[in-house]
């Protein structure tokens, strides 16, 4: 069997440009949240604060997972739960922008 170079060359066109495309949307959208949740948290300064962490780590079965959290042990139990408020909906409406930004990256023309 033998895979058509034109054909190789068009997957590997699309597989790049999907990895550069969602690469990119991940840092400016989640980088976003966080930098929102910065500046809206609930306090001037702080452990928790400073904690606020964006982060990237492989599930173990191959899936990439963007961790945006704050790592103060305490976080959840700050009132009006502002790692929920924003961090969590916000980091899972950015999710969903960094799928639509990749897929939309992508483009097949004749040729790759």
Do not use: C
Not at 70 to 94: C, D, L, Q, W
């Amino acid at each position: 069997m033998s895979i058509d170079a034109d054909f190789s060359r068009t997957l590997m066109s699309i597989l790049t440009g999907l990895a550069d495309g969602l690469a990119d949307a991940a840092d400016q959208q989640f980088a976003a949240v966080m930098v929102a949740a910065f500046n809206r948290w609930p306090v001037s300064s702080g452990l928790s604060k400073s904690m606020l962490d964006i982060s990237y780590t492989d599930d173990g079965n191959g899936h990439l997972v963007a961790v945006l959290s704050s790592t103060a042990p305490y976080t959840m139990f700050i009132k009006n739960k502002p790692h929920v408020t924003y961090i969590k909906r916000p980091g899972i409406e950015a999710g969903k922008l960094v799928a639509q930004a990749g897929i939309s990256s992508v483009s097949i023309r004749n040729g790759g």
